[in-house]
């Protein structure tokens, strides 16, 4: 019978996004590799390699919008991770986040090894316990809290005995994406994504409708990408300037039109991440109320905008806290066009 490992990562599509090395990493060990996600991350999870089966589940311990706990809804998913029968699991968190609640439904699933990074002392919880913030060379169990996301899971993948094959440089993947050009045309062009989940990440709507026209008149085509609810702000945003491509991807097309872009001019959500992931260089517009040296893309060209030394720094707010929302709206346009332009030298002179 092949062994069946659970990853695990309950969060949304850009943090799955940014667990994918981890995940090839206990793929490559010749298992099958079942992924335990949020629906916010759903979408990614079908996109990484590596992935065989997907496990659904909206936790209400990391969900930003939970539902109440309901024990009948508890019980029915600690008897579907019982079914898969997996010999052990990889929970995969964020500095802010616990594995204990997590590990408590998998022991009672029967899960027989859990590995994790705990603060809090996990008594039975955790076979394999990494301790944020000590020593990670002191006795092997500390993990240094500075790490990007992806080493971080890498990491942790690390502590339960599971490491990347040869050849694979640990950076961010998804499985080979759909033909667009239905959706974008043959011509070059430049993707702008103004919206995020957090409104305190996102680039303020003027701004982003500036850097369109800003953009445009400097010879680039821009294609404003959004979901389904965020129709209205994209067409405000391309305004006749740029191509409203609005709810009209899923996230694997929304890949091709990304692989296809010289540059993504987005903030700190998931598509920078996808953008990463398919080897497109990203403008960051980066609010610091989480930490760039964790969340910024990773393993591709970038420039990070915005004031990192801003009131909300590290404040993990998902509404600004500072009235005008300084960190990103002292970044203009002119600003954005050089940032584009250097990374397109840049890859030209490449």
């Given at each position: 019978?092949?062994?069946?490992?659970?990853?695990?990562?309950?969060?949304?599509?850009?943090?799955?996004?940014?667990?994918?090395?981890?995940?090839?990493?206990?793929?490559?060990?010749?298992?099958?590799?079942?992924?335990?996600?949020?629906?916010?991350?759903?979408?990614?999870?079908?996109?990484?390699?590596?992935?065989?089966?997907?496990?659904?589940?909206?936790?209400?311990?990391?969900?930003?919008?939970?539902?109440?706990?309901?024990?009948?809804e508890?019980?029915?998913?600690?008897?579907?991770?019982a079914?898969?029968?997996v010999?052990?699991?990889?929970?995969?968190?964020?500095?802010?986040q616990?594995?204990?609640?997590?590990a408590?439904?998998?022991?009672?699933?029967?899960?027989?090894?859990?590995?994790?990074?705990?603060?809090?002392?996990?008594?039975?919880?955790?076979?394999?316990?990494?301790?944020?913030?000590?020593?990670?060379?002191?006795?092997?169990?500390?993990?240094?809290?500075?790490?990007?996301?992806?080493?971080?899971?890498?990491?942790?993948?690390?502590?339960?005995?599971?490491?990347?094959?040869?050849?694979?440089?640990?950076?961010?993947?998804?499985?080979?994406?759909?033909?667009?050009t239905?959706?974008?045309?043959?011509?070059?062009?430049?993707?702008?994504?103004?919206?995020?989940?957090?409104?305190?990440?996102?680039?303020?709507?003027?701004?982003?409708?500036?850097?369109?026209?800003?953009l445009?008149?400097?010879?680039?085509?821009?294609?404003?990408?959004?979901?389904?609810?965020?129709?209205?702000?994209?067409?405000?945003v391309?305004?006749?300037?740029?191509?409203?491509?609005g709810?009209?991807?899923?996230?694997?097309?929304?890949?091709?039109?990304?692989?296809?872009?010289?540059?993504?001019?987005?903030?700190?959500?998931?598509?920078?991440?996808?953008?990463?992931?398919?080897?497109?260089?990203?403008?960051s517009?980066?609010?610091?109320?989480?930490?760039?040296?964790?969340?910024?893309?990773?393993?591709v060209?970038?420039?990070?905008?915005?004031?990192?030394?801003?009131?909300?720094?590290?404040?993990?707010?998902?509404?600004?806290?500072?009235?005008?929302?300084?960190?990103?709206?002292?970044?203009?346009?002119?600003?954005?066009?050089?940032?584009?332009?250097?990374?397109?030298g840049a890859?030209?002179?490449?």
């Open positions: 019978m092949t062994r069946r490992v659970l990853v695990v990562r309950l969060d949304s599509d850009g943090d799955v996004l940014l667990s994918g090395p981890a995940v090839r990493a206990v793929a490559g060990s010749g298992g099958e590799v079942v992924l335990w996600c949020g629906p916010r991350g759903r979408s990614a999870a079908g996109l990484l390699p590596g992935v065989h089966r997907i496990l659904e589940w909206r936790c209400p311990w990391i969900d930003p919008v939970p539902a109440p706990v309901q024990a009948p508890v019980l029915a998913v600690v008897a579907s991770l079914a898969l029968r010999a052990e699991a990889v929970v995969l968190t964020s500095f802010h616990s594995p204990l609640p997590t408590l439904l998998l022991r009672l699933a029967g899960v027989g090894r859990i590995t994790g990074v705990s603060v809090d002392y996990p008594g039975a919880l955790l076979d394999v316990r990494l301790r944020p913030g000590a020593d990670p060379g002191r006795d092997g169990t500390g993990l240094d809290e500075d790490l990007p996301e992806p080493q971080r899971a890498l990491a942790i993948a690390a502590a339960a005995g599971y490491r990347l094959p040869p050849g694979d440089e640990g950076r961010l993947a998804v499985r080979p994406p759909p033909s667009v239905h959706l974008t045309g043959d011509e070059p062009y430049l993707v702008l994504h103004p919206g995020a989940d957090a409104p305190a990440r996102s680039w303020p709507e003027q701004r982003c409708a500036e850097a369109v026209r800003v445009r008149a400097a010879g680039h085509r821009v294609l404003v990408t959004g979901s389904p609810a965020e129709r209205e702000l994209t067409a405000r391309a305004a006749g300037h740029g191509e409203d491509l709810g009209r991807t899923d996230l694997g097309q929304l890949a091709g039109v990304l692989a296809g872009a010289d540059v993504l001019v987005a903030g700190n959500t998931g598509p920078a991440h996808l953008a990463a992931a398919v080897g497109t260089p990203v403008v517009l980066f609010a610091p109320v989480v930490p760039a040296r964790r969340w910024a893309p990773y393993g060209p970038h420039v990070l905008l915005g004031d990192q030394g801003a009131p909300c720094r590290d404040s993990r707010a998902r509404h600004c806290p500072v009235p005008g929302h300084p960190c990103l709206s002292s970044v203009t346009a002119g600003q954005v066009l050089a940032a584009v332009q250097g990374l397109i890859e030209m002179a490449a």
